[in-house]
């Protein structure tokens, strides 16, 4: 089949590769002329693990073309792909400039019947604001040209995107249009192999599921984090206590680590702008505002222990911190809303200096933090000790996992270890002569 993939970003290249990969001919297209130029050269601007390689055998094999040019992707697909931006309008909800883009070009340049997919994650009712878009511009040229408008949103996980679409847990289409559900249902054949796998529902229902789906983790975090700090005050272990609900297959165990915090793209942002959706059809979202106000809570949680600590030495003001992971979770250089930021700024605020290091985030983390003179990121995770009072790690990185604990204790001025991911054994660390502190424990 032919497809036409808008915006390149993580849900993009990744569905645009993942669709080659299964013999069909995409076309990508970006607004971005530099990531196109690098793209064509093989580079890929994001860090994905599996993704380079995949997009350039596909690219060398003639199945994955990238332009500029939207016209020239629109020309035989059937398919559009919408997988622009939504970031956090100035509301609180989703600002969907960059969608109404995509569809008045779209309308603009089509000449014969489209399938247009929103894969970006939109409000409910983005699928009727961008048909009518479509069609306005269909109409100013005076042209009656069938098209559909579907809302098929994305399940990626970052750092395991390419496996999660190739084995998704199940693909949601929402559409009323039976032909084109059997389409899609084609499309995907290849990668949502059972039937029950493919779930077809009304266009607003798959947009609304994609807000329950990441509300609903959301909600998980913060209920584990919240009784990872009851448990902090009650004289329990959090470790045990996941295991001991986990066991339950009603709760299961996955999503209910505790730690710093929901960061990235997709968590903070679609919570809120449910909150905001709810909001503006009347309804006050009480338990969606709880979820928020604890996550914003615990991205800080750290830093606090840290102040803690060091309060009866003078303060942390002109101490410094060596600082292990940046990125939001491991295996991804992505930053947004990572609670690494968070502690970073409520730290340096009180005069502390922060040695960091991250295995791919760093470059992403040097921009961002360029104008705080009191951070600097390293290129070694050892070397951020030097001259440093205390480790704090906040990014679970396996390489972060069993590292020389002799050598950090040896390069810190004293053995103080505050773990925002619970990765370590207190009995090891007390063994190793640490003072360690943990998420509720
Ligand atoms: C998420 C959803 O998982 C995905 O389905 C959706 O399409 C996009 O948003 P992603 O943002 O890539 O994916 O990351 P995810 O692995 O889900 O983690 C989100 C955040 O929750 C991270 O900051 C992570 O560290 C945190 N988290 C996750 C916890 O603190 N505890 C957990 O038990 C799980």
């Avoid at 890929?44 to 094999?61: D, K, T």
């Avoid at 390489?399 to 950090?408: D, L, W």
Wanted: charged share 25%; proline share 4%.
């Amino acid at each position: 089949m032919n497809i036409c993939i808008v915006g390149t970003g993580y849900v993009g290249l990744v569905s645009a590769a993942c669709f080659a990969e299964m013999g069909n001919a995409v076309t990508c297209v970006d607004i971005n002329p530099d990531v196109i130029e690098r793209l064509k050269k093989g580079e890929v601007h994001i860090y994905e693990p599996g993704l380079e390689a995949m997009v350039r055998r596909n690219f060398q094999e003639g199945r994955l073309t990238f332009t500029t040019d939207l016209a020239e992707g629109l020309k035989d697909s059937l398919f559009v792909f919408c997988c622009v931006g939504t970031p956090e309008g100035e509301d609180g909800t989703a600002d969907l400039r960059y969608v109404h883009q995509v569809a008045r070009d779209v309308g603009r340049q089509m000449n014969d019947y489209k399938i247009i997919v929103d894969k970006s994650t939109v409000p409910v009712g983005t699928a009727d604001s961008v048909r009518a878009t479509v069609q306005e511009e269909l109409d100013k040229r005076g042209l009656n040209i069938e098209f559909d408008v579907v809302s098929n949103p994305e399940f990626l996980k970052e750092g395991d995107a390419v496996n999660d679409f190739l084995k998704p847990d199940r693909v949601v289409v929402g559409t009323d249009n039976v032909r084109t559900a059997e389409l899609l249902k084609s499309l995907y054949a290849p990668y949502a192999r059972s039937r029950e796998k493919m779930i077809i529902m009304g266009v607003r229902s798959a947009e609304m599921t994609k807000y329950a789906a990441n509300c609903m983790l959301a909600t998980k975090i913060s209920f584990i984090n919240e009784i990872a700090n009851i448990c902090e005050k009650v004289g329990a272990d959090v470790r045990d206590v996941r295991h001991g609900i986990g066991a339950d297959h009603r709760i299961g165990y996955q999503f209910i680590y505790p730690g710093v915090g929901y960061g990235g793209s997709c968590f903070p942002k679609d919570v809120k702008a449910l909150i905001g959706t709810a909001q503006g059809v009347g309804y006050e979202p009480q338990l969606l505002n709880a979820v928020d106000e604890v996550n914003d809570r615990q991205k800080t949680v750290i830093a606090r222990k840290i102040e803690t600590y060091f309060a009866e030495q003078g303060g942390v003001k002109g101490k410094t911190l060596a600082l292990w992971g940046l990125a939001f979770k491991a295996n991804t250089d992505d930053m947004r809303e990572a609670p690494s930021l968070e502690l970073i700024r409520h730290l340096t605020d009180l005069g502390m200096r922060v040695r960091a290091f991250d295995p791919v985030a760093g470059p992403n983390a040097r921009r961002i933090l360029q104008d705080n003179p009191l951070v600097e990121i390293c290129e070694d995770q050892y070397e951020t000790l030097n001259g440093a009072e205390a480790l704090a790690v906040v990014t679970e990185w396996n390489q972060f996992r069993n590292p020389e604990f002799a050598r950090i204790k040896a390069a810190l001025a004293a053995p103080i270890l505050f773990d925002g991911r619970n990765l370590y054994s207190p009995a090891l660390l007390a063994a190793e002569g640490f003072a360690y502190f943990c998420v509720g424990r």
